[in-house]
C-alpha cells in the first residue's frame, strides 16, 4: 500500500511538472506575440463583433465591475471599457500585460487594471465581479472543469459568463503540433458550465475567422459566444 501510494505521488508530481512545463511553453509562445499581437485588424474586428453581442445580451450598467480572463492585449476589453466601472484585465502571459499596460498608460485610461493570473496555478482574487468576458482563451486551457469553477467562484450572483471561442473544429486552426483544444462542442460545454454551477446557459455565433491551413487554402472556423449566468 505505502508502495503504491509513493508511485501514485511521484505520477502526480510527474504529470504536474509536464503541464508546468506546457504552460511555460504557452506564456512563452504569446510572450514573443505580444508586441505584434495587435497588428492584425482582424483580431480586432473580432473583439469588436464579440463586444456587440455582449452589449445585445446582456444588462451592462456602469455601476458594474468586470473581469476579462485571458485578456492579452485587452481588445475585447478596450471594446468594452465605456460600459464598465472597472474591467480587471486578466493574463498568464508577461508579454501581453506589459504591452497592455502600455495601452492604458498611453491612453490615459483609469477604469481598466492588468492582473497576472493563471486560475490553474495561482490562488483566487478576492474581488468578484458582476461580468467575466472572455475571448479566445478557453481553447488554450488544459482543465476546462476547474477554470469554470474558478470563474464562477469569481462572479457576483446575479453575474454573467460571456466566452467567446472556436467551435468544434479538426485541428487544422493551429496545426498538428498545438496541445490544446481543437474547438468545443457546445452541448458538451453546456454541461460542462452547468456542472460548474452556471444557468441559463445559451449560445450565439459571433463572428467567422477565415484563416489560411496547412496544406494549403483558407477555411472558416465560426466562433460562438456562450452566455452563462449565476443565480
Ligand atoms: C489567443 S490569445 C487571445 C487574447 C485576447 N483575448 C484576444 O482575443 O486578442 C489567448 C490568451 O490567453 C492567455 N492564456 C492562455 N492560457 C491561460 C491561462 N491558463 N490563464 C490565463 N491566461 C491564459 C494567453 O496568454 C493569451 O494572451
Known amino acids: 500500500m505505502t508502495n503504491l501510494n509513493s508511485s501514485l505521488r511521484r505520477l502526480s508530481n510527474f504529470y504536474r511538472e509536464i503541464e508546468f512545463e506546457m504552460n511555460e511553453q504557452m506564456n512563452t509562445s504569446f510572450d514573443l506575440q505580444a508586441k505584434t499581437w495587435d497588428d492584425d485588424p482582424a ?15 446582456v444588462p451592462l450598467a456602469t455601476h458594474m465591475t468586470a473581469l476579462e480572463y485571458g485578456c492579452g492585449t485587452g481588445l475585447l476589453s478596450f471594446a468594452l471599457q465605456a460600459q464598465f466601472k472597472h474591467i480587471t484585465l486578466a493574463d498568464s502571459s508577461s508579454g ?6 502600455g495601452k492604458i498608460t498611453s491612453g490615459g485610461i483609469t477604469n481598466m487594471s492588468p492582473l ?4 490553474l496555478t495561482d490562488p483566487l482574487p478576492q474581488e468578484k ?4 468576458h472572455s475571448l479566445m482563451t478557453l481553447h488554450h486551457v488544459s482543465d476546462i472543469d476547474a477554470v469554470l469553477q474558478g470563474l464562477y467562484s469569481l462572479l457576483t450572483a446575479p453575474g454573467y459568463l460571456c466566452i467567446a471561442d472556436l467551435d468544434s473544429e479538426d485541428g ?3 496545426g498538428p503540433d498545438f496541445s490544446g483544444h481543437k474547438g468545443f462542442d457546445r452541448d458538451a460545454l453546456q454541461e460542462q458550465a452547468k456542472q460548474a454551477g452556471f444557468r441559463n446557459t445559451r449560445f450565439s455565433t459571433v463572428f467567422t475567422i477565415r484563416k489560411g491551413v496547412a496544406g494549403g487554402g483558407e477555411k472558416d472556423f465560426p466562433v ?5 449566468e449565476k443565480h
Not at 460562438?224 to 452563462?228: E, V, Y
Open 116 to 119: 497576472k493570473l493563471d486560475l
Open 224 to 228: 460562438f459566444l456562450m452566455i452563462a
Open 129 to 132: 465581479h458582476h461580468v467575466i
Open 96 to 101: 501581453m500585460l506589459e504591452v497592455l499596460q
Open 172 to 174: 487544422s486552426f493551429h
Open 43 to 57: 483580431k480586432t474586428t473580432r473583439a469588436q463583433a464579440v463586444a456587440q453581442e455582449i452589449r445585445a445580451q
